[in-house]
């Protein structure tokens, strides 16, 4: 396992619930947003320098990255929260 997922949890590769909610909420700034949708719109047209495919690729991993921390860090808070309901 990666040293840098110790980080985001504990000795086990677990996420706290607290970490779990934190990765949820967390979402590209408006400024991101606006960067990418001007980058995708442009690359749509060809007109992207070398710098600006670089810079739109790095985008989509990261929102790829994001999309599967959020993913787990919800099945995380179904599971600890289903716990602690009564049935």
């Excluded at 990666?2 to 590209?28: N, Q, R, T, Y």
């Amino acid at each position: 396992r990666p040293d840098g997922l110790l980080a985001l949890g504990d000795e086990e590769g677990s996420l706290s619930l607290a970490m779990a909610k934190h990765i949820v909420d967390c979402k590209f700034s408006d400024a991101d947003k606006s960067r990418m949708h001007s980058l995708v719109v442009r690359n749509q047209n060809d007109e992207l320098s070398e710098d600006e495919k670089r810079e739109l690729l790095a985008y989509d991993k990261a929102g790829t990255l994001l999309s599967i921390l959020k993913s787990r860090a919800r099945q995380i808070i179904r599971r600890r929260t289903a716990t602690r309901t009564p049935r």
